[in-house]
């Protein structure tokens, strides 16, 4: 029995994520020591624009991380390293002198750069840039939001033009300040955050001076593309520099990217999905930049130090777990989350009721926002325990949908998905996945794969793990599903579910 | 024949009078309605509000029936939300005991497998969600047994089968196991539901410390024992788990 946590040393690693930032102390074996965590203020200034303080975050990140250490009873000398993963394309330009934003970060959700991307597209649309950054022209990313910055921002264009402005995504933020701040601190990004910008060319891995250009950046306010696991500096001054002063910071990864590394999908086809308020779904797809013609993304999946770098497809459904919330909050049918795997278990089968929760629009593969959701199929026969089996089925099969793009894309067939997230306690989701994928899913013993992912970065940096197996020998299986559904229930329900998506097209008119 | 609780009939009365209608009644009414003195009315409404069963409107003085009352008939834990508060904790102590972790709740006549993890070595095993264990021989099942009432009649009606030599199904020798479960916190099968197999549980309670589960390990007998003991950092890890998931449930709303 490996007892109490009692034998450093440790690797700390930060997540910066999107509503809260947190700080985790890890041992040895990958098992949790210490977590601190603090929420930050969501700013809505007008309908579809969200922006953080970037100031906030960085008080918040020193709480955490000073929290986290305290908890776990540690100084400096039983850290090795820490490791950040992030909430990936929100973006923050500050003055490189006074280490002040000049502006609320502009969060990942924020539309307001909707309008610049159509216009970025020119006559091309928005797959301009996609063979070179493996991403369209959407709101999402880094590049078109630092370019709103520059146009909207008095003075801020020509104070770019002469040097003093940083632009950075929140990895970058936290690492320059960790490393000294205008002391010095180190300005850089790792590949992943970098091929969340629009700005990066995937086959350099270096950022593409036409690109920017076109998208309207200056070249001299864009960090150093590193690794995602080599060491960046030391952590040095304000008030962490007392308490953790000289450890090495080693490591950042998008969040998606370090819970594919968390999960240790280091095998060319093995593929994560974390299922929370919507589902990220992300394949290693090797040394192999694919291009997707069924809607994907291509992206860095992580490059450790000096090492070849390793590609990804992903893809994300919208709406899953914020599904279940609805028909908690909205319709009422039950009156915690978990109630809904009671409520589907009440009966054996989707009564032929099939709900398609385009809310906004269908996403990936289809990409199409004229689409509204469509529960169909209804007869007088159908209960509230048909529609929340429908419910369950409907995250199923949209995992299905992406599972089969990614094959499409790749030519590899999947062989079986790891989950993580809050939605991994279902149980009857967890089945129905299997059976829809007509593949295992499997669940780790370590819930937190994103922290668990900057961690183990951070480790291979600094020699705390030797390798990938190392790794790999740290991850264990919680829980494995295996499919029970026989492939001709499987054909007719998936059939039945594509006729159901069919409905939901076309539904807004004028669309542009 | 035993005299009844006077200030409890009253209490009960001043209910009956609060749910006779949809209306809040002030002091001197629900005196007089009663035919009681207003201090001896108003110490009876003070204790019942601080129960939660009776409250007083902010405004106007008057008392109405409490949420409590209402939850008292309606609430009961859901099992997937068990599941889903019980997940960090029970995959901590599969890592930390090396064995499966299984949660059980009371179903019928026996203990039905809410959440099972796996034990962390890399061997082929089977989930066992769904599966139903008797109440009688199982650490899980002598835990619900001894503390939830309901579980207790059910295991003392079943046909208490012997598994194996060790099984215990006099009645006598069974409610001494309970005795030293509650005495002890845990309850241990070694050997009792099937050869070579023991197993540590503990209870898991809700807010109201109500009985709602029993979290263990089961593993071979030879990890499980040292020295012919069940091993005691195993029985601590135990109980810190199911601790852990009761403070949890005791945090949040259901």
């Not at chain 1, 940096?461 to 295996?482: I, K, Y």
């Amino acid at each position: 029995m490996t007892d109490a946590h009692t034998a450093g040393p440790f690797i700390a690693a930060i997540d910066q994520g999107t509503t809260s930032s947190r700080c985790i102390v890890f041992d040895r074996d990958g098992r949790i020591v210490s977590v601190d965590q603090k929420e930050h203020e969501q700013i809505f200034p007008k309908p579809g624009w969200v922006e953080h303080d970037a100031t906030e975050i960085w008080t918040n990140v020193q709480e955490v991380v000073a929290g986290a250490v305290e908890k776990a009873g540690i100084t400096r000398d039983d850290i090795k390293a820490i490791g950040i993963t992030n909430q990936r394309e929100t973006t923050v330009l500050w003055d490189r002198n006074t280490g002040e934003p000049v502006h609320n970060a502009i969060v990942w959700q924020d539309t307001r750069t909707d309008a610049l991307c159509r216009e970025l597209g020119r006559n091309v649309g928005q797959d301009r840039f996609r063979r070179e950054t493996g991403l369209p022209l959407a709101s999402y990313f880094a590049g078109p939001k630092a370019r709103w910055l520059l146009d909207n921002v008095d003075g801020l264009k020509e104070r770019a033009e002469a040097g003093d402005i940083l632009f950075g995504t929140m990895d970058t933020w936290v690492i320059w300040n960790l490393t000294g701040g205008t002391d010095g601190g180190r300005h850089v990004t790792d590949v992943t955050n970098a091929s969340r910008t629009m700005l990066m060319n995937l086959h350099t891995m270096q950022w593409d001076e036409r690109i920017a250009e076109s998208i309207g950046v200056p070249a001299a306010m864009l960090p150093e593309i590193r690794s995602s696991a080599e060491v960046y500096g030391e952590i040095k001054g304000g008030r962490l520099g007392e308490l953790l002063g000289g450890i090495p910071v080693a490591s950042a990864l998008g969040d998606q990217q370090a819970a594919l590394f968390g999960q240790t999908c280091f095998a060319e086809g093995e593929t994560k999905s974390t299922y929370g308020t919507g589902t990220f779904m992300v394949m290693n797809t090797g040394d192999k930049i694919i291009n997707s013609y069924s809607g994907l993304l291509t992206t860095v999946g992580y490059q450790i130090g000096d090492q070849k770098p390793v590609y990804a497809l992903e893809g994300s459904i919208a709406v899953t777990g914020s599904l279940v919330q609805w028909m908690r909050d909205q319709m009422g049918l039950i009156s915690t989350a978990a109630e809904i795997e009671t409520l589907a278990l009440s009966v054996e089968d989707n009564g032929g009721a099939y709900f398609v929760p385009a809310f906004s629009g269908l996403f990936a593969p289809y990409w199409r926002s004229d689409a509204r959701g469509v529960i169909a199929g209804l007869t007088r026969y159908v209960t509230k325990a048909h529609l929340a089996r429908a419910v369950l089925e409907a995250t199923a099969w949209q995992t299905r949908e992406i599972a089969d793009a990614m094959t499409k894309d790749s030519g590899v067939e999947l062989a079986a998905l790891k989950v993580d997230g809050g939605m991994t306690s279902n149980n009857l989701l967890m089945q129905t996945l299997s059976d829809f994928l007509d593949a295992p899913v499997v669940r780790p013993m370590v819930a937190e794969t994103t922290c668990l992912g900057a961690a183990y970065a951070a480790g291979l940096a600094v020699g705390f793990w030797n390798s990938t197996d190392d790794l790999r020998a740290n991850w264990r299986r919680a829980a494995e599903w295996t499919p029970r559904m026989d492939a001709e229930t499987r054909d007719r329900e998936y059939k039945s579910w594509l006729k159901a998506v069919e409905r939901t097209m076309g539904w807004l008119e004028d669309e542009e | 024949m035993a005299r009844n609780i006077q200030s409890l009939e009253r209490a009960a009365a001043m209910l009956r009078l609060l749910a006779g209608g949809e209306r809040r009644l002030g002091l001197s009414d629900i005196a007089s309605s009663l035919g009681l003195a207003k201090g001896t009315a108003h110490g009876i409404l003070r204790t019942l509000q601080q129960e939660g069963f009776v409250e007083q409107d902010d405004a106007s003085g008057r008392y109405q029936l409490g949420a409590e009352l209402l939850r008292l008939g309606t609430t009961y834990l859901d099992v997937h939300e068990l599941r889903a508060r019980a997940l960090v904790w029970t995959d901590d102590l599969a890592r930390s005991s090396g064995e499966s972790v299984y949660l059980g709740v009371l179903h019928q006549q026996g203990v039905l497998i809410v959440h099972h993890v796996f034990r962390p070595d890399d061997s082929r095993q089977v989930l066992e969600i769904g599966a139903m264990q008797p109440l009688h021989s199982t650490a899980l099942g002598k835990v619900l047994s001894a503390y939830d009432p309901v579980a207790h009649s059910e295991a003392l009606e079943s046909e208490r089968k012997a598994f194996t030599d060790r099984t215990v199904c006099d009645p006598d020798g069974f409610e001494h196991i309970l005795d030293l479960t509650r005495a002890r916190g845990y309850a241990a099968d070694v050997e009792e539901t099937w050869e070579g197999v023991a197993a540590v549980a503990a209870p898991i309670h809700d807010r109201r410390r109500m009985p709602v589960g029993a979290v263990g390990i089961t593993g071979a007998v030879e990890r499980l024992r040292r020295d012919g003991e069940l091993r005691p950092e195993l029985i601590a890890a135990v109980r810190d788990c199911a601790r852990a998931v009761s403070r949890d449930l005791g945090a949040g709303r259901f």
